[in-house]
């Protein structure tokens, strides 16, 4: 079992940052690659970015050069960093923990940013 907490949602404008953080606590916590998900209003929930317990990472083609996702040494918690918001960044974004061998995920409750132009 893994359980996820995301903080650091809220609202900014155009342009501005706004940085995320996911506190995963659980078992065997390096089995698992923690991503960053998120969902507009109508539309399916898409990958953001994710971060393996090895570091590598992999990113969104629309957050790479803007988001950036990192862990801290000990792995946790594990950070989304948006830079040059956009309006259609607007969602909610969820963390996400999927285990590399048994492929089960769990999912944190999710955590709203609204992008104003």
């Known amino acids: 079992q893994v359980q996820l907490v995301e903080y650091g949602g809220g609202s900014v404008q155009a342009g501005g940052s706004r940085r995320l953080s996911c506190a995963a606590s659980g078992n065997r916590l390096s089995h698992y690659v923690i991503g960053w998900y998120r969902q507009a209003p109508g539309k399916q929930r898409e990958l953001v970015a994710n971060?393996?317990?090895?570091?590598?990472?992999n990113y969104a083609d629309f957050a790479k050069g803007r988001f950036t996702i990192s862990r801290d040494n000990a792995g946790n918690p594990v950070y989304l960093v948006m830079n040059s918001l956009k309006p259609e960044d607007t969602a909610v974004y969820y963390c996400?923990?999927?285990?590399?061998?048994?492929?089960?995920?769990?999912w944190g409750q999710g955590t709203q940013v609204t992008v104003s132009s």
């Open positions: 971060i393996s317990a090895d570091g590598s990472t």
């Open positions: 996400n923990a999927h285990h590399t061998i048994f492929r089960n995920d769990y």
